[in-house]
């Protein structure tokens, strides 16, 4: 079981900058890749960004590439989401998720364990 925790959401203006975090604990040894998405009113969940454990590769959504990053602290068992130049359409409720066996994958179906969410939202 792995039990996964976000912070970090928060009301920023347009141009503005914002950090989340997603405290995994648990059987965090484990995870392969770890994810973040999101999910806006009325919009199904969408993935944001990932990160895979062994090869520390990071893959992105086209619409947040060069404004987001995506970094892991092991000693803290954490994933940050570094999101700047924020816009009004990535007002969302962010989600952080962990998968056993994925590498790579965009589909929240390949994703094993889920955070509660954090909300961000952006104003024009």
């Known amino acids: 079981q792995v039990m996964l925790v976000e912070s970090g959401g928060d009301l920023v203006q347009a141009g503005g900058s914002l950090r989340l975090s997603c405290a995994a604990s648990g059987r965090t040894s484990s995870i392969d890749a770890m994810g973040w998405f999101r999910q806006a009113p009325g919009e199904e969940r969408e993935f944001v960004a990932g990160i895979s454990w062994i090869e520390i590769s990071t893959y992105y959504v086209d619409s947040v590439k060069g404004r987001f990053t995506i970094s892991r602290d092991d000693a803290k068992n954490t994933v940050y989401l570094h999101m700047n130049s924020l816009k009004p359409e990535d007002t969302a409720v962010y989600y952080c998720?962990?998968?056993?066996?994925?590498?790579?994958?965009?589909?929240?179906?390949?994703?094993?364990?889920w955070g509660q969410g954090t909300q961000v939202t952006v104003s024009s």
């Open positions: 998720a962990a998968s056993i066996g994925s590498f790579g994958s965009r589909w929240p179906s390949d994703y094993d364990y």
